[in-house]
């Protein structure tokens, strides 16, 4: 059984626990978010404030040019792309995962008709997050299904369904439910050898873990920076595309910025050569120097010791549970080898989102998931093994005392 002391043992041992310093955390709380909002970094916070006072405030729109503004998509695209394997020149930060993901479905679909393959199927998991699935439909409604057909299938039905009627296999690396992580290289092997194109949503992947999209030749993936990589509420997405569809593929939304000569002001769309071409609008400014700002905090920091502490800081979690006598009613939902596992655990309860407001009252920020699914995320920049520890003991608490079961936690937030 683990005790206080030992827990506290372990942040004395932990090679990550100095990057702690690099967030701001409120005091008395516990954040196990899990995960729908990274926490705040300092850096983040003073770019901001710099841009806010100085780049905005005082050099106005010569600032486009002076503090080079206008190359923030592709140097924050860069800089992600060191995070989940991508070689510069692959990634490029805009807009939201779900018009990205629009982007590269049909950049996949012209790369697809390219190579002269009449193709249409888009294979993607019945629990799939649901907006990945809801841009698949709007473009089955736009082009008809002659054209774009969404198949859903079972997790574990994927490899059994890759042929060669399908287009495009479309993934999310880690179930935003049960934490389940996808084998992503072998599924792109798969696909690979009946001709399907691969998109991956890293949405709880990218920050968390190390992600290899060069190495496993991924076609094209999306995710965000709101979670794992803490760049703040809303923050703007990124998308990958592999250098060697550059040349044949086409996205829908030809916006300026994607424009070869934006400035040129010309009647007549041109795309942007490689990975520029996926812009559209206006980049928002003051949202991506706070992604710039947050990715700081990996500077120096190896993602699989993150990977590592992801892992032991779960495993402690989980233990905790079962040693206070509570795995009986909380039920883990998650894969039972670690390796299957994302960064975070989920438990089916009856009583989840009383559980959750009740605790998130104590200071413990965790999040319900419906039906019944209370989610743990575990973030290891900054998460300390003595706070899983103190969570452990206030969820006790709140079992033992009935807590959850209070009246105001009947009548659910808009936000869950």
């Known amino acids: 059984m683990i005790n206080e002391a030992a827990a506290r043992k372990l942040d004395s041992e932990d090679i990550l626990a100095h990057v702690r310093e690099r967030f701001v955390i409120p005091e008395g709380t516990i954040y196990l978010d899990g995960n729908s909002l990274g926490l705040l970094t300092h850096a983040a916070q003073e770019r901001v404030q710099q841009t806010v006072s100085q780049e905005w405030g005082q050099d106005l729109i010569t600032s486009w040019n002076a503090h080079q503004w206008i190359d923030l998509p592709i140097r924050v695209g860069d800089r992600i792309g060191q995070l989940i394997g991508a070689a510069a020149g692959q990634v490029v930060c805009c807009d939201s995962i779900s018009v990205n993901l629009t982007k590269a479905l049909v950049a996949a679909l012209s790369v697809q008709t390219a190579r002269g393959q009449r193709r249409h199927k888009v294979i993607s998991t019945v629990d799939n997050?649901?907006?990945?699935?809801?841009?698949?439909?709007?473009?089955?409604?736009?082009?008809?299904k002659g054209n774009c057909e969404l198949q859903l299938v079972e997790e574990k039905e994927l490899s059994s369904t890759l042929n060669d009627?399908?287009?495009?296999?479309?993934?999310?690396?880690?179930?935003f439910r049960t934490g389940r992580r996808l084998p992503i290289a072998e599924?792109?092997?798969?696909?690979?050898?009946n001709n399907i194109l691969v998109i991956v949503d890293l949405a709880h992947s990218a920050g968390a873990m190390p992600v290899c999209l060069d190495e496993w030749q991924v076609d094209f993936a999306v995710g965000c920076t709101y979670k794992y990589l803490n760049g703040g509420p809303g923050a703007?997405?990124?998308?990958?595309?592999?250098?060697?569809?550059?040349?044949?593929m086409q996205q829908p939304l030809r916006g300026w910025m994607g424009h070869a000569q934006p400035f040129e002001f010309s009647n007549n769309y041109q795309p942007a050569a490689g990975i520029r071409q996926f812009l559209a609008g206006t980049p928002p400014v003051t949202a991506m120097v706070a992604v710039e700002g947050a990715l700081t905090a990996f500077d120096q920091v190896d993602l699989k010791d993150v990977r590592d502490k992801s892992l032991r800081l779960a495993r402690l979690f989980h233990d905790l549970l079962h040693d206070a006598g509570l795995t009986q009613m909380l039920q883990c939902i998650a894969p039972e080898q670690e390796a299957q596992r994302g960064s975070q655990l989920a438990y089916a309860f009856d009583h989840a989102y009383g559980l959750c407001q009740a605790l998130i009252e104590r200071g413990v920020i965790a999040d319900f998931r419906a039906p019944n699914y209370i989610r743990f995320g575990f973030t290891p920049l900054y998460t300390s093994y003595h706070e899983i520890w103190l969570a452990v003991q206030i969820i006790r608490d709140v079992i033992a005392t009935e807590a959850h079961l209070d009246s105001r936690w009947q009548q659910r937030n808009a936000v869950t």
């Open 165 to 175: 009627d399908v287009a495009i296999l479309m993934v999310t690396e880690v179930n």
């Open 129 to 144: 997050f649901p907006t990945d699935l809801y841009m698949v439909q709007g473009l089955q409604d736009l082009l008809g």
């Open 236 to 248: 703007p997405a990124f998308v990958y595309a592999a250098e060697r569809h550059h040349a044949t």
């Open 187 to 193: 599924l792109t092997r798969l696909a690979h050898e």
